[in-house]
Protein backbone atom coordinates (compact mmCIF):
# COMPACT_ATOMS: atom_id res chain seq x y z
CA UNK A 1 0.00 0.00 0.00
CA UNK A 2 1.29 3.53 -0.71
CA UNK A 3 1.45 5.42 1.81
CA UNK A 4 2.01 9.34 0.50
CA UNK A 5 4.37 9.54 3.97
CA UNK A 6 7.03 12.33 2.24
CA UNK A 7 4.03 14.95 0.18
CA UNK A 8 3.93 16.83 3.12
CA UNK A 9 8.06 17.34 3.45
CA UNK A 10 8.13 17.56 -0.38
CA UNK A 11 5.24 20.91 -0.23
CA UNK A 12 6.74 22.00 2.82
CA UNK A 13 8.78 25.03 1.08
CA UNK A 14 5.75 26.24 -0.91
CA UNK A 15 3.60 28.82 -0.04
CA UNK A 16 0.22 29.30 -1.51
CA UNK A 17 0.25 31.09 -4.97
CA UNK A 18 3.96 29.20 -5.30
CA UNK A 19 4.28 28.73 -9.22
CA UNK A 20 2.71 25.87 -10.74
CA UNK A 21 5.67 24.45 -12.08
CA UNK A 22 7.61 24.59 -8.51
CA UNK A 23 4.26 22.12 -7.01
CA UNK A 24 4.80 19.64 -10.25
CA UNK A 25 8.48 20.03 -9.73
CA UNK A 26 8.64 19.05 -6.10
CA UNK A 27 5.57 16.36 -6.09
CA UNK A 28 5.32 14.79 -9.40
CA UNK A 29 8.79 12.45 -9.73
CA UNK A 30 7.77 10.93 -6.55
CA UNK A 31 4.22 10.45 -6.66
CA UNK A 32 4.83 9.08 -10.43
CA UNK A 33 7.83 6.67 -8.53
CA UNK A 34 4.92 5.50 -5.51
CA UNK A 35 2.36 4.52 -8.30
CA UNK A 36 5.09 2.82 -10.71
CA UNK A 37 6.16 0.55 -7.78
CA UNK A 38 2.92 -0.41 -6.46
CA UNK A 39 1.59 -1.10 -10.21
CA UNK A 40 4.30 -3.66 -10.65
CA UNK A 41 3.55 -5.66 -7.86
CA UNK A 42 1.35 -7.07 -9.97
CA UNK A 43 1.84 -6.26 -13.73
CA UNK A 44 4.83 -5.45 -16.18
CA UNK A 45 5.89 -1.73 -17.34
CA UNK A 46 7.27 -1.82 -19.93
CA UNK A 47 3.95 -0.89 -21.58
CA UNK A 48 3.37 2.51 -19.26
CA UNK A 49 3.66 5.44 -21.03
CA UNK A 50 2.70 9.10 -19.45
CA UNK A 51 0.47 11.39 -22.15
CA UNK A 52 -1.19 15.04 -22.20
CA UNK A 53 -4.58 15.47 -23.02
CA UNK A 54 -5.97 19.30 -22.12
CA UNK A 55 -3.90 20.22 -19.61
CA UNK A 56 -4.14 16.76 -17.75
CA UNK A 57 -1.36 13.96 -17.64
CA UNK A 58 -2.08 10.28 -17.74
CA UNK A 59 -0.10 7.36 -17.03
CA UNK A 60 -1.88 4.88 -19.40
CA UNK A 61 -0.71 0.74 -19.82
CA UNK A 62 -1.07 0.13 -23.40
CA UNK A 63 -0.70 -3.77 -23.48
CA UNK A 64 -3.55 -3.84 -20.57
CA UNK A 65 -5.53 -0.92 -22.30
CA UNK A 66 -6.12 0.80 -18.88
CA UNK A 67 -5.33 3.86 -16.92
CA UNK A 68 -3.37 4.33 -13.74
CA UNK A 69 -3.65 7.89 -12.97
CA UNK A 70 -4.03 11.35 -13.83
CA UNK A 71 -2.84 14.65 -12.82
CA UNK A 72 -3.10 18.39 -13.36
CA UNK A 73 -3.36 21.64 -11.99
CA UNK A 74 -6.49 23.49 -11.01
CA UNK A 75 -7.39 26.52 -13.10
CA UNK A 76 -10.70 26.93 -11.60
CA UNK A 77 -14.27 25.72 -12.53
CA UNK A 78 -14.43 24.93 -16.50
CA UNK A 79 -17.82 26.12 -18.01
CA UNK A 80 -17.74 23.86 -21.19
CA UNK A 81 -20.28 21.99 -22.20
CA UNK A 82 -20.26 18.18 -21.12
CA UNK A 83 -19.69 16.13 -24.13
CA UNK A 84 -22.17 13.34 -23.39
CA UNK A 85 -22.84 11.65 -26.54
CA UNK A 86 -18.56 11.50 -27.06
CA UNK A 87 -19.31 9.62 -23.08
CA UNK A 88 -21.44 7.51 -23.85
CA UNK A 89 -19.02 4.54 -25.26
CA UNK A 90 -16.55 4.91 -23.05
CA UNK A 91 -15.52 2.64 -21.24
CA UNK A 92 -18.51 0.50 -21.68
CA UNK A 93 -20.60 -0.38 -18.65
CA UNK A 94 -20.12 -2.31 -15.80
CA UNK A 95 -23.47 -2.92 -14.75
CA UNK A 96 -26.34 -0.68 -13.54
CA UNK A 97 -23.73 0.56 -9.95
CA UNK A 98 -20.97 1.45 -12.48
CA UNK A 99 -20.51 5.01 -13.82
CA UNK A 100 -18.17 5.70 -16.67
CA UNK A 101 -16.63 8.77 -14.28
CA UNK A 102 -13.95 11.10 -14.48
CA UNK A 103 -10.45 10.75 -13.46
CA UNK A 104 -10.33 14.24 -13.71
CA UNK A 105 -13.84 16.30 -13.19
CA UNK A 106 -15.22 17.71 -16.18
CA UNK A 107 -15.45 20.51 -13.77
CA UNK A 108 -12.13 20.61 -13.44
CA UNK A 109 -11.30 20.63 -17.29
CA UNK A 110 -10.99 16.71 -17.29
CA UNK A 111 -11.95 15.59 -21.11
CA UNK A 112 -13.50 12.06 -22.21
CA UNK A 113 -11.65 9.03 -23.34
CA UNK A 114 -8.59 8.48 -21.85
CA UNK A 115 -10.39 9.90 -18.61
CA UNK A 116 -12.87 7.87 -18.37
CA UNK A 117 -13.40 4.67 -16.06
CA UNK A 118 -15.52 2.28 -14.89
CA UNK A 119 -16.54 3.80 -11.41
CA UNK A 120 -19.38 2.42 -8.89
CA UNK A 121 -21.91 5.33 -9.15
CA UNK A 122 -21.95 5.58 -5.20
CA UNK A 123 -18.36 6.91 -5.03
CA UNK A 124 -19.06 9.04 -8.23
CA UNK A 125 -21.54 10.89 -7.15
CA UNK A 126 -20.98 10.59 -3.29
CA UNK A 127 -18.06 10.87 -1.01
CA UNK A 128 -15.90 11.31 -4.62
CA UNK A 129 -17.12 14.90 -5.01
CA UNK A 130 -15.49 16.32 -1.90
CA UNK A 131 -11.80 16.91 -3.07
CA UNK A 132 -13.36 17.22 -7.12
CA UNK A 133 -15.02 20.85 -5.66
CA UNK A 134 -12.19 21.46 -3.26
CA UNK A 135 -9.61 21.36 -6.75
CA UNK A 136 -12.29 23.57 -8.34
CA UNK A 137 -12.10 25.80 -5.52
CA UNK A 138 -8.49 26.34 -5.29
CA UNK A 139 -6.57 27.69 -8.49
CA UNK A 140 -3.02 26.39 -8.01
CA UNK A 141 -3.41 23.28 -6.24
CA UNK A 142 -2.63 19.92 -7.70
CA UNK A 143 -5.22 17.41 -8.16
CA UNK A 144 -4.67 13.40 -8.72
CA UNK A 145 -6.20 10.06 -8.94
CA UNK A 146 -4.61 6.58 -8.99
CA UNK A 147 -6.31 3.80 -10.00
CA UNK A 148 -5.56 0.05 -8.70
CA UNK A 149 -6.30 -2.96 -10.44
CA UNK A 150 -6.88 -6.08 -8.98
CA UNK A 151 -5.07 -8.25 -11.22
CA UNK A 152 -2.76 -8.22 -14.40
CA UNK A 153 -5.90 -7.88 -16.50
CA UNK A 154 -8.76 -6.35 -15.09
CA UNK A 155 -10.34 -3.47 -17.10
CA UNK A 156 -12.45 -2.46 -13.62
CA UNK A 157 -10.46 -0.71 -10.75
CA UNK A 158 -10.87 -2.13 -7.55
CA UNK A 159 -9.47 0.72 -5.44
CA UNK A 160 -8.57 4.46 -6.00
CA UNK A 161 -6.38 6.63 -4.27
CA UNK A 162 -7.62 10.62 -4.82
CA UNK A 163 -5.60 13.10 -3.57
CA UNK A 164 -5.15 17.23 -3.24
CA UNK A 165 -1.52 18.68 -2.62
CA UNK A 166 -2.22 22.87 -2.08
CA UNK A 167 0.90 24.64 -1.48
CA UNK A 168 1.55 25.51 2.22
CA UNK A 169 -1.16 23.10 3.54
CA UNK A 170 -1.09 19.22 4.68
CA UNK A 171 -1.88 16.86 1.95
CA UNK A 172 -5.36 15.64 1.43
CA UNK A 173 -5.74 11.81 0.19
CA UNK A 174 -8.67 9.75 0.49
CA UNK A 175 -8.98 6.13 -0.23
CA UNK A 176 -12.01 4.43 -1.58
CA UNK A 177 -12.70 1.12 -2.68
CA UNK A 178 -14.67 0.87 -6.39
Known amino acids: MISYDRLDELQNGLRHGSSERKLIDAVIPYLTDCWLRDYERHSRLDSVVETLAERFHYLFDVRAQRLLAAWGI?????????PTSRMSGHPLS???????????PHTL?????????????SLNVGRFRELEKAAVATPGSLYFTYWIHAGAQSQRPSHVHQGLLVPGDSARIHRFCN
Not at 94 to 104: Q, S, V
Not at 109 to 120: A, E, F, K, M
Open 74 to 82: SHGKHVGKR
Open 94 to 104: DGPAFHRGHTI
Open 109 to 121: GGGTDINLVSQRG
